[in-house]
Each structure stands twice: as structure tokens, then as C-alpha cells.
């Protein structure tokens, strides 16, 4: 595992939620960052927001660590949930509230 793996897999299990994004949770800099920060906090759900433009090294490592090729990406209780997409569906159809819940970060 890289240095870069371990940083990365370290945020991913000691925080509760944590979303890989493009930008801040105070100002993402892509439309699918921005979706996702917005159902994370429409749904009062606190969060880790991480730049991946503060570094090449996070951007393409964590592609590598879920082997997903796109940003953002939400971690739950260090399980991967999906990006901007699957986020949209689950939150419409009430399963990423059931998942928070299931979770105990909601």
C-alpha cells in the first residue's frame, strides 16, 4: 500500500462520513461536488469534505483505492456509497437516510 493508500484509507475509516470531492463543501468547484455537499447538508449530515484538486497524489489515489474513476466519491463508517449519481438515487428513493441511520451518523 502506498503512502498515499494508507492517508487515504486512514480518513476513510476514522471519520464517520467523508466525501472525495472536487473543491470545498463551502465551495465545490464542480456541479456533482455540489450536488452531493447539498444532500449531505439538506440532510443535516456533518461530513469530511477532501480537495482532491489540493493534490494530484488524492485525485488519481483515490481512483486507485476504490478502483472508481470519477469524484466525488462518499465513504460511510469507511464503506464506500458511490458518487454524485448513485447519491441523487439513493437519497430520492430514501435509502441513503436509511443508510445514515443504519450507520448511526444521522
Not at 470531492?21 to 439538506?42: E, R, V, Y
Not at 447519491?87 to 445514515?100: N, T
Amino acid at each position: 500500500m502506498t503512502d498515499i493508500s494508507k492517508w487515504i484509507d486512514n480518513e476513510v475509516k476514522t471519520n464517520d462520513v467523508v466525501l472525495f470531492m472536487k473543491g470545498t463543501p463551502d465551495a465545490p468547484a464542480c456541479g456533482f461536488s455540489n450536488k452531493a455537499t447539498q444532500i449531505l447538508t439538506h440532510m443535516g449530515v456533518p461530513f469530511k469534505g477532501i480537495n482532491v484538486l489540493d493534490s494530484d497524489d488524492i485525485r488519481q489515489g483515490i481512483k486507485e483505492y476504490t478502483n472508481w474513476p470519477t469524484v466525488p466519491q462518499l465513504y460511510v463508517k469507511g464503506e464506500f456509497v458511490g458518487g454524485s449519481d448513485i447519491m441523487v438515487e439513493m437519497f430520492q428513493s430514501g435509502e441513503l437516510k436509511q443508510l445514515m441511520e443504519e450507520k448511526a451518523v444521522a
